[in-house]
């Protein structure tokens, strides 16, 4: 690689950083955190506070604390990392659906009846919504679940303080999964839609498809990972996971480990038994078990989870040669 080569790819990284503030696909597009900070203000003047609503979101405890800092340089870092081992790959879903599709031709013909441009527009969203949303929930009680995968995904939950940028602190290996997840997504829901629409598949679905995307980013998705704690009525958290619920997947507190763990919807977290209501608990506070310094440098959040994750696979070694 030369140096135009380097430069190309730093340019790259940096659009691509700026893209997430300008693409109404990304959750800190500047409408989604506009709404967010409406819904902020509701909150803010729900309860008696002392101070003014501007010091409430704008604490500088919270923004320029030591945690916030890493989750702006991993932000950086992981756009780099895309760049350069991730972009290349994004093709892949197309030429998933279209194999699928292909299959499908070979395996029953072509169907006898395709699905209107309504219809299809209808059900592949709700289909992809689901089946990405179901694909999410399971990755990540992989990742809680999975001694190995549990090193990388601690990253996202060293957090002492969260703001919407904690939703970018993730390390590169969970950044690969989390992308082969949607690749893999995608693909088949795509190529099975393509198969059954007769090629009706065009912009139109694809701005359908994002409809809940866009309710979902524009109803507080930013507040997630934020200090404001915006709850649901309890009937509807039965259904979606509000911002509070997810900041109580982020507390310390061992009551809450592995729970609402759903991406958008908690119907996944109510089926498999791990939901919990935002009434069920006031006070949060966020961290990972154990050594709490280990993940306040940038290096450490890199370098450490590849460390542990090889010592549990010699310790692992290590009790299979005993047991044989």
């Known amino acids: 690689m030369n140096l135009a080569d380097v430069l190309n790819t730093i340019v790259n990284a940096y659009e691509l950083s700026k893209d997430h503030f300008l693409g109404s696909e990304n959750r800190i597009y500047y409408p989604y955190l506009l709404s967010s900070l409406l819904l902020a203000l509701f909150v803010y003047s729900r309860r008696k506070k002392k101070k003014s609503f501007f010091s409430f979101i704008f604490d500088k405890r919270i923004w320029m604390s030591k945690s916030a800092l890493n989750d702006y340089l991993i932000f950086a870092f992981n756009n780099l990392f895309k760049v350069l081992f991730i972009g290349p790959y994004l093709i892949l879903s197309l030429y998933i659906a279209f194999y699928i599709q292909e299959y499908l031709i070979i395996w029953f013909g072509f169907p006898e009846k395709s699905l209107s441009i ?171 078990e154990g050594n709490q310094r280990d993940y306040s440098s940038f290096t450490n959040l890199i370098w450490l989870p590849f460390l542990k994750a090889f010592h549990l696979i010699k310790l692992l070694k290590k009790v299979r040669n005993k047991d044989a």
């Open 118 to 288: 309504v219809e299809t527009v209808i059900f592949y969203t709700i289909t992809l919504t689901l089946v990405n949303d179901f694909l999410s929930y399971f990755l990540h009680l992989a990742l809680h679940k999975t001694p190995i995968l549990w090193e990388f995904h601690k990253v996202h939950h060293s957090a002492t303080t969260m703001n919407p940028m904690t939703q970018y602190r993730i390390h590169p290996v969970e950044l690969i999964l989390n992308n082969a997840r949607g690749i893999i997504g995608f693909g088949v829901v795509t190529g099975i839609f393509d198969y059954y629409s007769n090629h009706e598949l065009d912009t139109v679905v694809f701005i359908g498809a994002n409809i809940f995307t866009f309710l979902f980013m524009f109803f507080g998705a930013n507040l997630r990972h934020s200090h404001v704690k915006l709850k649901y009525p309890s009937f509807l958290e039965y259904i979606f996971i509000s911002p509070y619920q997810h900041q109580i997947h982020h507390s310390i507190n061992k009551h809450h480990y592995d729970k609402n763990m759903g991406s958008k919807l908690a119907i996944w977290d109510f089926i498999f038994g791990t939901l919990i209501l935002s009434k069920e608990t006031s006070r949060i506070r966020f961290g990972v």
